[in-house]
C-alpha cells in the first residue's frame, strides 16, 4: 500500500471540521448598526411552504379592460422569474383565464419575524418601469427614512425625453467597488443593452457629453450620473446610494421585467405549515439523536475506521446544507422542503453505508491474514465498485427527478405546478448528498484512514476489526 503522510489525517479533518462549522453557523460581522453575512450558514435556509408556511394570493389586472390570454401568460411568465430568481423553488402558480386571475402560493423568507402576507407580496406585483432620460429635472423632494433626500416626478425636458427603457435591458446584476482611498464598498447594479439599447445609449452618450442623464424607477430617480464617455459597448452601471440587498433587489427586479399592467391583490392569506410552529426545533432534536446513535455503532462495531467515518460523515451533512443555503457563490440558495430533507436523509444513508462497505471489507482482510496495510488496500479496492455501482444509480434517478419537476423545466407544465418544488428539491439534496459521499465516503475517509495508519498507535488490527493482539 502506498503510504499517505501523517499530516494529511489532520489538514483532512480540520478542513472538515472546519466547513462543518461555518456551514452550520455561516459568518457574519457587524459594521456599525449594519450585519453583514460574509458566509451563509443553516439560519439563512428558506423552508418550504410545508415547514414554515407561507403566503397564498390572487392578482388581477388594476384595469375594467378585459385581459387577454398573452397578458395573463406574461404576467404569470414574469411572476415566474421573479421567484427564480429570488431561487424560490417551492411555489405553486395557476391561472385562471376566465376571471383575469393569478393565483400564487409561496413561503415566507427565512427570518421572518412580521408573518404579514400583504408586505410580502408587493415585491412581486410592483411595475418595474426603468427610464434613463435626458437631464434631471424633478417636481417633488421627499427625504426617506435615512434622512435622504428622495427626487420624484419628472418634469420638463426629463419627462419628454425618455432615452431607454426596461425593453432595452438584456441583464442586470448587483456588483460591487471598494474605494480605494476611504476603503469602503460601493454597490452598483451593472447593466448590459440588447442591440436596440446599445445604439440608442451610443448616442445619446455622444451628445450629452457633459451633461446628465437621470435613470429612474417609475416614479422615483434613483440616479443622475454625469457624461464622461461615450458607451459604445452596451455595458453601464446604475450607481446610487445602494446597500448590497437594495442593489441585488433592484437587479433582480429590471431582470424580471415589466408587467403588461399593474397587478392588483384581490385576496392574500397564510398559508399554516404541514407540521407544527415547534416542528424545524423537533427535527433538529431528532436528527442530533439519530446522528448520535449512528456514531455509537459505527465506533462500536468499526472501532478507528468508524472514527473515520464519523468525520467524513459530518462533512458529507455540511456540505449539503452548504448547498441549500447559498455558502458558496457559485452555487444559488434554494428552498428546503420536506422532501429535501428526505433526499439528505436518504444521501446520508447512503454515506453509511459506503463506510460500512469499505470498513467490513478491511475486516475481512485482516481476519483472512493479510498484513494491516495490505488488508486496507485491499479493502478499498474491493469496496470501490460496490460503492460506485449504488451511488451512479441514484444520482441518474436525482438527475431524471430534477430534470422533469425542474422549477423552469417545460415537462413541468405536464406534471403539475403542485409538485414542482418539492420533489425538484428533493432531486437536488440527494444529488448534493450522493456528491458528498464521493467527495468524503470515498476520498476523504480512504485518505484519514491511511493516513492514520501510519501511527505507531494505529498499527494494532484489533482498531480496524482484526484479531486481538
Partial sequence: MKRVAKPVFFIVALLILFLTYTATFGIKGQNGDNSNTYIKGVSDIRWGIDINGGVEATF???????????????????????MTSKHITDYELYTDYDHDRIIV???????????????????????????????????TTETDADGQPVYKTPKGTTA???????????????EMSQDQTSGTSKYMVGLELNDSGTEKFAEATER?????????????????PTVNAVITDGKCSIEGNFTAAEASALANKITAGALPFKLTTTNFSTISPLLGASSLHAMLIAGCIAFAIICIFMLFVFRLPGFVAIIALLGQIALSFAAVSGYFPFVNSFTMTLPGI???????????????????????????????????????????????????????????????????????????????GSIYSFGYTLLIGIVGNFVFGVTATRLMTKSLSGFKFARSKWLYGGAAK
Wanted: proline share 3%; no cysteine; hydrophobic share 45%.
Fill in 342 to 420: 428526505a433526499g439528505i436523509i436518504l444521501s446520508i444513508g447512503m454515506g453509511v453505508d459506503a463506510n460500512i462497505i469499505t470498513a467490513s471489507r478491511i475486516k475481512e482482510e485482516l481476519w483472512a491474514g493479510k498484513t494491516l496495510d495490505g488488508a486496507i488496500q485491499k479493502g478499498d479496492d474491493n469496496s470501490f465498485w460496490a460503492i460506485f455501482d449504488g451511488n451512479i444509480t441514484v444520482i441518474i434517478v436525482a438527475l431524471i427527478l430534477m430534470g422533469v419537476f425542474g422549477p423552469t423545466n417545460i415537462l413541468s407544465m405536464i406534471f403539475g405546478p403542485s409538485t414542482t
Fill in 160 to 174: 419628454d425625453a425618455i432615452i431607454l427603457q426596461g425593453s432595452d435591458i438584456k441583464s442586470a446584476k448587483a
Fill in 105 to 139: 402560493r409561496f413561503p415566507w423568507k427565512n427570518g421572518e419575524t412580521t408573518f404579514d402576507p400583504e408586505s410580502a407580496i408587493q415585491e412581486l406585483s410592483a411595475t418595474a418601469l426603468l427610464t434613463f432620460r435626458e437631464g434631471g429635472e424633478y417636481t
Fill in 60 to 82: 388581477s389586472p388594476a384595469t375594467s379592460t378585459k385581459a387577454t390570454k398573452e397578458q395573463i401568460d406574461s404576467a404569470k411568465s414574469i411572476i415566474e422569474v421573479r
Fill in 208 to 224: 450629452l457629453q457633459g451633461k446628465v442623464i437621470s435613470i429612474w424607477m417609475d416614479d422615483v430617480m434613483i440616479s443622475s
